[in-house]
T-cell receptor, first 110, second 114 residues
């Protein structure tokens, strides 16, 4: 009964490819997020979705696009992958007090 | 420019003693603070939080202290256990944990030695 799950856990791909990372939460939260942890270990917000509306969009390249088919899912699509996209991507969902994170997806772009 | 700073990248403590992890922030609009614990190859796990209207919150072995005038918070773990060995992230939000995005510090790696 994992609260926030992500697939795949590891993703290795070539530059220029398009890939997706899936995220699902069973906590009934209205808001879901994507974070990126870069090589310097900083965790930074990328997107959040509340009731299918994008409410935060930090300075992320438009090659990244979140897609939410329903309240329990927020998938991350990445087009034309670049070397600098290599990082660990975390999905999270939140209630009024805190956010709960998935296990992360380590993306390696070769 | 880092709005949330954890200036100690690592901390080593003996089992049974107190661990004190520190966090400083610069944005006076932050009104909610959280601590997360992270094991390798896992996502951050929520540990404890504190609202800016309080100066202390306690949950078992974990206590968070907030000093708003100094823009400083700390996490105390007592007694420390080997299973506490992990990276601890401090995070802050200006609108509450969910409606606003969390700004994270860089983390402090805690090692508790038996």
């Amino acid at each position: 009964d994992t609260a926030v799950s992500q697939t795949p856990k590891y993703l290795v791909t070539q530059m220029g490819n398009d890939k997706s990372i899936k995220c699902e939460q069973n906590l009934g939260h209205d808001t879901m997020y994507w974070y990126k942890q870069d090589s310097k270990k900083f965790l930074k917000i990328m997107f959040s979705y509340n009731n299918k509306e994008l409410i935060i969009n930090e300075t992320v390249p438009n090659r990244f696009s979140p897609k939410s088919p329903d309240k329990a899912h927020l998938n991350l699509h990445i087009n034309s992958l670049e070397l600098g996209d290599s990082a660990v991507y975390f999905c999270a969902s939140g209630d009024t007090d805190t956010q709960y994170f998935g296990p992360g997806t380590r993306l390696t772009v070769l | 420019d880092q709005q949330v700073k954890q200036n100690s990248p690592s901390l080593s403590v003996q089992e049974g003693r107190i661990s004190i992890l520190n966090c400083d922030y610069t944005n006076s609009m932050f009104d909610y603070f959280l601590w997360y614990k992270k094991y390798p190859a896992e996502g951050p796990t929520f540990l404890i939080s504190i609202s800016s209207i309080k100066d202390k919150n306690e949950d078992g072995r974990f206590t968070v202290f907030l000093n708003k005038s100094a823009k400083h918070l700390s996490l105390h773990i007592v007694p420390s256990q080997p299973g506490d060995s992990a990276v601890y992230f401090c995070a802050a939000s200006a609108v509450g944990g969910s409606q606003g995005n969390l700004i994270f510090g860089k983390g402090t790696k805690l090692s508790v030695k038996p």
